[in-house]
């Protein structure tokens, strides 16, 4: 139980261009789901926490309108990177928690390379 | 600033041998969890420690929580090559379901 996914697995952009991010609970209903991102040998960085039917919280330093967050169900949210630039390439992973615990359960991470 | 620190930060040993890493922060958390991160890949949950001075075991992972909850450790005995990579402590910050991560240790199992 406690499955996430996220697509696409990879994906490699040119400079300008948006790319949208899909991440799902498959098997459990997620009020809240997490996007971090993470550098080459470094811990998680939180970007932002999104909630189902509301605006997600984003962490200081994170651009709300570069870093689209959208959480239309229970089992989806989606991050739209508008506007890439090479500097957005790294590695973006979801999570989503487990009602009434602490506990988050993560996507298996987007690879996203900008050109 | 809820801050957990893990020690040491890179670990490098033989299949077979035993190795401890260890989670410390000079907050209490509620709870702490363990995950473990391949390249490439998200990090997996390995377990949730929520008692002061708990001890749980998963095959060959022994987890404790200290007394005070500041503090966990991980103990991996006759460690397999399938061992190799990144482990998080992480707790979940003071009034919010958001985790506060370590920066990991990075344990590397020689064949």
């Known amino acids: 139980g406690a499955v996430v996914s996220q697509h696409p697995s990879w994906v490699i952009c040119k400079s300008g261009t948006s790319v949208k991010i899909e991440c799902r609970s498959l098997?459990?209903?997620?009020?809240?789901m997490f996007w971090y991102r993470q550098f080459p040998k470094q811990s998680l960085m939180l970007m932002a926490t999104?909630?189902?039917?509301?605006?997600?919280?984003?962490e200081q330093g994170v651009e709300k309108d570069k870093f689209l967050i959208n959480h239309a169900s229970l089992t989806l949210s989606t991050l739209t990177v508008t506007s890439a630039h090479p500097e957005d390439s790294s590695f973006y992973i979801c999570?989503?928690?487990?009602?009434?615990?602490?506990?988050?359960?993560f996507g298996p991470g987007t690879r996203l390379t900008v050109t | 600033t809820q801050l957990l620190e893990q020690s040491p930060q890179f670990l490098s040993i033989q299949e077979g041998e035993n190795l401890t890493v260890y989670c410390n922060s000079s907050s209490v958390f509620s709870s702490l969890q363990w995950y473990r991160q391949e390249p490439g890949e998200g990090p997996v949950l390995l377990v949730t420690v929520v008692t002061g001075g708990e001890v749980k075991k998963l095959k060959r992972l022994t987890f404790q929580f200290g007394d005070a909850r500041k503090d966990s450790s991980l103990h991996i005995t006759a460690a397999q090559p399938g061992d190799t990579g990144l482990y998080l402590c992480a707790g979940p910050s003071a009034g919010s379901y958001q985790l506060t991560f370590g920066k990991g240790t990075k344990l590397s199992v020689i064949p």
């Open positions: 098997d459990f209903q997620a009020t809240t």
């Open positions: 999570s989503a928690g487990l009602a009434g615990t602490y506990e988050q359960y």
């Open positions: 999104s909630n189902e039917g509301s605006k997600a919280t984003y």
